[in-house]
C-alpha cells in the first residue's frame, strides 16, 4: 500500500488529546481569530452552500510528491458530489459547454503554487465538457494581459490555502487581485475590501467553480513572504465549491484548528482574516457562517480538524 511521505523536518502527531483540546478551544465563541466568520444571526429561510472537502493520503508519495491520478480522482469526486452526477464529465458540462471561454485563475508564489497536476486535471475536464483548447488559458499574474482571459465567459478559480501577512490568509477571494491594476489600494485594514473585485463588471458572474488546494498547507508564517515548510502538512485535501465564501471559510477553520494543536493553545490567525466575513456580510458572495455551510465530506479523515 502507498503510503504518504513524511517530510524532513520532525512534526509533532495529532493525538485524540490534540483533538478534543483544540474541539473545547473552538466551541468558546466559535472560532478566535476569525470574528466575521459568523457573526450576523443565522437566517433558517437562506440557502446553504454545498462545499466538498475530499481526502486522499494516497496522493503524496513517500518522497512527498504528488500522484497525479489520485488528484484527478480527487477532483472528480468532489464535483460528482457536489453536482448530483454520476460521471465528473456531466458534472462539468453543469458549469460550462462548448461556445464558453475560459480562464483557470492559478497561483505561482513559488513556495507553494498551484500544482501543475491539478491545473492539468483541470484542463482535462473542461475539454471532456466540450470546451475548445484554444479557448483556455491558465494564468495568474498575466491575466490582465491574456487574450482569453479578456474575452472570457467562465473562470475556474484554484489555489493553495496559506497564511499570508497581509491578509491573514491566502484564499480564493484573494486570488483575484490581479485582476485590477492597482492591487495595493485593495491592501488597507487587512485586505478587508478584497471581496469588491469580485463586483466588478469584468469579473461579477463568471466563475464556475472554486478549489482551494488543501494538500500541503502553510498554517503559520512570521512576515512579508516567510516559507518554512515546518509550519506546513499533509492534510492531503482539496476543497471545492460553487461559493468562494463557503470555501475560505471552511479553510480557515482547518487553518486555526492546525494552530491550536501545533502551538498547544488557541493561538488566533494574525491579521485575523476579514475579508472573508466582508465577502458575505458586505459584498453577498456567499455564506461564511458554519450554519449555512453544508459540508461534504469525501475519503480519509485521519488527522481531521473540523
Known amino acids: 500500500m502507498r503510503k504518504v511521505g513524511v517530510m524532513r523536518e520532525k512534526k509533532r502527531v495529532i493525538t485524540r488529546r490534540d483533538f478534543m483540546r483544540a474541539s473545547s478551544c473552538m466551541a468558546v465563541g466559535g472560532l478566535i481569530g476569525l470574528p466575521l466568520l459568523g457573526n450576523s444571526p443565522v437566517r433558517c429561510a437562506e440557502k446553504k452552500s454545498k462545499v466538498a472537502l475530499v481526502r486522499d493520503k494516497e496522493v503524496l508519495d513517500n518522497g512527498g510528491h504528488l500522484r497525479p491520478d489520485v488528484l484527478q480522482d480527487m477532483l472528480d469526486r ?88 497581509w491578509s491573514g490568509l491566502g484564499t480564493l477571494i484573494k486570488n483575484y487581485i490581479m485582476f485590477v491594476h492597482k492591487p495595493w489600494t485593495y491592501h488597507g485594514n487587512a485586505c478587508e475590501n478584497l471581496g469588491a473585485i469580485w463586483k466588478l463588471s469584468h469579473l461579477t458572474g463568471r466563475t464556475r467553480l472554486n478549489v482551494l488546494v488543501m494538500l500541503t498547507p502553510l498554517f503559520h508564517g512570521m512576515g512579508p513572504h516567510h516559507f518554512n515548510r515546518r509550519f506546513t502538512w499533509p492534510y492531503c ?70
Do not use: C
Open 78 to 165: 468532489a464535483v460528482i458530489s457536489l453536482f448530483g452526477t454520476s460521471d465528473p464529465v456531466t458534472a462539468w458540462k453543469q458549469l460550462v459547454g462548448p461556445t464558453d471561454i475560459v480562464g483557470i485563475k492559478s497561483n505561482v508564489w513559488y513556495h507553494l503554487r498551484t500544482p501543475r497536476p491539478l491545473e492539468e486535471a483541470i484542463l482535462r475536464r473542461l475539454l471532456d465538457a466540450g470546451v475548445r483548447e484554444e479557448n483556455i488559458s491558465t494564468d495568474d499574474r498575466g491575466v490582465l494581459r491574456n487574450p482569453v482571459f479578456e474575452g472570457s465567459t467562465a473562470l475556474i478559480n484554484v489555489r493553495p490555502m496559506r497564511t499570508h501577512n
Open 237 to 306: 485535501g482539496l476543497i471545492v465549491s460553487t461559493d468562494p465564501v463557503a470555501a475560505d471559510a471552511t479553510g480557515a477553520r482547518i487553518i486555526q484548528a492546525k494552530r491550536n494543536v501545533y502551538f498547544g493553545s488557541v493561538r488566533p490567525i494574525s491579521p485575523p482574516p476579514r475579508h472573508i466575513g466582508a465577502a458575505d456580510t458586505r459584498f453577498g458572495l456567499g455564506n461564511s457562517r458554519k450554519e449555512l455551510i453544508h459540508l461534504i465530506r469525501l475519503g480519509w479523515d485521519g488527522d481531521i480538524l473540523i
